[in-house]
């Protein structure tokens, strides 16, 4: 297989549970409104408990149609959208700490949480090479950054990044 069918197929599951939760998320916050010691919230209004699901099935479906081209997918598609979405999670700890607003921008980590998160979770049932994974983490910011544009014309989302 190619170095970019590979970052293809490894990015999908990733890219659709970190999209996802735009489409079918809201209602309960995951962290039930909780603050953490600091006294800002643990994670913010925006992770609920739906899109934390939807984030993760549907990366899955993603990841079962990908195996039929690449049968680790299946198992690998589920572990790929639970780390992007514990990663996402993760970025959205970090942003709160940090008191930045959700919604408002973390460069960098905004872009790259949820692959950070699908590569350290979904490693052990689908490797890649060096240069594969280079281009999943080069191609993904200016994709990140136009589809979150496209959501915000739709209505989708709130802020234009």
Known sequence: MGILTTALL??????VANAAPLV????TPLDGGRKFLDGQPIFGSHKTVRGLVAGIIA???LGAVESLFDPRL?????????????GDLLGAFVKRRL?????DQLPIVDQLDFVLGGLLVGWSFFQME???????V????????VTNFGAYLLGIKKTRL
Request: aromatic share 8%; net charge positive.
């Open 59 to 61: 990366g899955s479906v």
């Open 24 to 27: 079918f998320g809201g209602r």
């Open 99 to 103: 008191k930045i607003k959700p919604g």
């Open 130 to 136: 060096l240069v594969s994974i280079l281009v999943v």
């Open 10 to 15: 490894f990015i999908g599951p990733a890219y």
């Open 138 to 145: 080069l191609v993904t910011p200016p994709i990140h950054l």
């Open 74 to 86: 299946l198992l690998a598609g589920f572990m790929i959208s639970l780390g992007a979405v514990l």
